[in-house]
């Protein structure tokens, strides 16, 4: 459900949706949430001094309903 959010958020703030992939992992302590977008969406998705990232980092925390949850955005090479 949490990864599904974030997807939707995501795409609705790139140019390249099709390029978006979440792909989630556990950890023995926490989810993590893992966004790959296309290069040139990158700075999109991080925003200026990474306000969009922390905001989608809240969104998802307050979704998350207590659990432990880490939205990492990571560098892809098309």
Request: aromatic fraction near 2%; avoid cysteine; hydrophobic fraction near 40%.
């Amino acid at each position: 459900m949490l990864a599904a959010a974030l997807e939707h958020l995501v795409k609705g703030i790139v140019d390249h949706p099709d390029d978006v992939n979440i792909t989630p992992r556990n950890n023995s302590r926490q989810e993590v949430l893992e966004v790959y977008v296309h290069p040139e969406d990158l700075g999109r998705v991080i925003g200026r001094n990474g306000r969009t990232a922390n905001a989608l980092r809240t969104v998802i925390n307050a979704l998350a309903d207590g659990k432990n949850v880490r939205v990492d955005v990571v560098k892809t090479d098309f």
